[in-house]
């Protein structure tokens, strides 16, 4: 009787983790589109040269909108809103980066961390988001002109992009390389588990984790 309690009660305990199943590598969400937007970044702002040295800026283009900039700004201060943008851009991807690096400070303090609907959003959809206004601006000049033509809100566009991916890759990079390093000190890795509840998308969007778990030989 005593075994038999001993088993329950072990069954009881280890029920969580086996109704909890791997989904797949956690890299995948977190480091795969910040690789791949800092290289996009660092790509946008190989123009930074040109920008700062260009002698008048926006003289002498076609576009109507960059007349119109240039006869309200000049050159020299449209080409400090372009590099504003980029700063507004940092700003906003170091805000969102912080979703990320406080679950990754709690999974290392406390072993595990429960991803939240809004990280979700952050994880999967952080890069979208300043596609979004540089997409409008160039239907909208497709719309009036028939092809974007405004070297200006391109400018704007791109730059506040690479301020934006640069910000936000880094801190959540440098963080989770740390992470991986620190885990695999102490032989253990990094898992996504989630507790299967639903099915599609539901299932997907529910109750996922983050673990730091065992895998070298036991003590």
């Known amino acids: 009787?005593?075994?038999?309690?001993?088993v329950l009660g072990i069954d009881g305990s280890e029920q969580r983790a086996v109704e909890m199943e791997k989904i797949f590598h956690p890299g995948i969400i977190i480091v795969l589109f910040?690789?791949?937007?800092?290289?996009?970044?660092?790509?946008?702002?190989t123009t930074l040269p040109w920008l700062i040295g260009a002698y008048n800026y926006l003289r002498g283009m076609s576009s109507p909108i960059d007349?119109?900039?240039?006869?309200?700004?000049?050159s020299d201060l449209s080409r400090l809103v372009v590099l504003a943008s980029c700063i507004l851009g940092a700003m906003i991807g170091l805000y969102l980066s912080r979703f990320v690096t406080t679950k990754l400070d709690v999974l290392k303090k406390e072993g595990e961390a429960d991803l939240s609907v809004g990280l979700y959003i952050v994880l999967f959809l952080w890069w979208v988001f300043p596609q979004c206004p540089v997409n409008t601006i160039a239907l909208l000049e497709m719309i009036t002109y028939g092809s974007p033509t405004s070297h200006f809100l391109s400018d704007l566009g791109f730059f506040m992009m690479a301020g934006y991916f640069l910000a936000y890759s880094i801190p959540v990079l440098s963080k989770y390389f740390r992470l991986v390093l620190y885990t695999s000190s102490i032989?253990?890795?990094i898992i996504l588990v989630g507790l299967p509840s639903g099915s599609g998308f539901?299932?997907?969007?529910?109750?996922w984790t983050l673990k730091v778990v065992h895998e070298g030989p036991d003590p």
């Open 34 to 45: 910040p690789v791949i937007c800092s290289f996009m970044g660092v790509i946008f702002l």
């Open 67 to 74: 007349q119109v900039i240039l006869a309200l700004l000049g």
């Open 202 to 207: 539901k299932r997907l969007s529910q109750n």
């Open 187 to 189: 032989d253990s890795q």
């Open 1 to 6: 009787m005593g075994s038999g309690a001993g």
